[in-house]
């Protein structure tokens, strides 16, 4: 069974840092592309940063420069380090996988999702 459990979330300050992770199990990771997005109430969701088989990295405009996605294959754990948050970065996080043939891209539709994990930055 393909499991994703995310786990990190919390309230924090603005200006405050927050490091989210993301276990997975059921299927090989090394295969997958792997994702973080966010939805806020009332608001689509979006892609916040993506990681690929071989670790090439992108990231909305938004977060860039303080967000940093990486990928632990042997622990089988996505992680999203976020610093320097902001109210407008309250949301709930959620981590994707996409199986993936393409080595340094992600494209296409994630297929397995997480249950999500809150952030809430207050001002």
């Known amino acids: 069974q393909k499991q994703l459990v995310e786990s990190g979330g919390g309230s924090v300050q603005a200006g405050g840092s927050l490091r989210l992770s993301c276990a997975s199990s059921g299927f090989n990771y090394v295969n997958y592309c792997l994702g973080w997005f966010r939805q806020a109430p009332g608001k689509q969701r979006e892609a916040v940063a993506t990681i690929a088989r071989d670790s090439t990295t992108t990231y909305t405009d938004s977060v860039k420069g303080r967000f940093t996605v990486s990928r632990d294959n042997g622990k089988r754990t996505l992680y999203l380090q976020m610093n320097s948050l902001k109210p407008e970065d309250t949301a709930m996080y959620y981590c994707?996988?996409?199986?993936?043939?393409?080595?340094?891209?992600?494209?296409?539709?994630?297929?397995?999702w997480g249950q999500g994990t809150q952030v809430t930055v207050s001002s």
């Open positions: 994707a996988a996409m199986w993936s043939t393409a080595s340094s891209i992600c494209a296409g539709n994630f297929d397995y």
